[in-house]
T-cell receptor, first 109, second 111 residues
């Protein structure tokens, strides 16, 4: 089957680090995206990995291991505005995105 | 530079009715995809349009249909609405292997 799994919810304190894991089983893998989505709003692009390894962009980093079907998004120096849903999405051939159910991150003072 | 524009932002329809949602892609983008996002879930792929043709389709019934116009804008039509069609409908545009830009969505409520 084709599945993308990520935790439902994570809670962390302002200033801390949180790691959101994503595992996938899918055919036709053509890259993995991470998006941030605030309630009722559009998903906004955070990162894209197509090769194995770590991609760093400011406070956000993303890692991919294609052989393990595994990715994570690392959020550092958490801020209250980082409270949102984080979506892991696999890109298939021809550009279709398959999303996980999302991880709700709650940042507490 | 305008991003992806969707209209309307909110819509309430009665079960059995038909609805049309509209999407204008980001300037320079030629491919439009539609997604359905139920509350608390990730977006689910409905279909993708490129060169005015449906290129890919997800696991949605024929009640869901679409169209792409020569200016790359797109419409999503849903016939015989069910209560379960209530969701946020997202449009995403792209060009070649570039990333995707999402619109803010249309919140459809079926009563």
């Amino acid at each position: 089957g084709q599945n993308i799994d990520q935790p439902t919810e994570m809670t962390a304190t302002e200033g801390a680090i949180v790691q959101i894991n994503c595992t996938y089983q899918t055919s036709g893998f053509n890259g993995l995206f991470w998006y941030q989505q605030h309630a009722g709003e559009a998903p906004t692009f955070l990162s894209y990995n197509v090769l194995d390894g770590l991609e760093e962009k400011g406070r956000f980093s993303s890692f991919l291991s294609r052989s393990k079907g595994y990715s994570y998004l690392l959020l550092k120096e958490l801020q209250m505005k980082d409270s949102a849903s984080y979506l892991c999405a696999v890109r298939h051939s021809w550009g279709k995105l398959q999303f996980g159910a999302g991880t709700q991150v709650v940042v507490t003072p | 530079d305008a991003g992806v524009t969707q209209s309307p932002t909110h819509l309430i329809k009665t079960r059995g009715q038909q609805v049309t949602l509209r999407c204008s892609p980001k300037s320079g983008h030629d491919t439009v995809s539609w997604y359905q996002q139920a509350l608390g879930q990730g977006p689910q792929f409905i279909f993708q349009y490129y060169e005015e043709e449906e290129r890919q389709r997800g696991n949605f019934p024929d009640r869901f249909s679409g169209h792409q116009f020569p200016n790359y804008s797109s419409e999503l039509n849903v016939n015989a609405l069910w209560l379960g069609d209530s969701a946020l409908y997202l449009c995403a545009s792209s060009f070649s292997t570039d990333g995707y830009t999402f619109g803010s969505g249309t919140r459809l409520t079926v009563v």
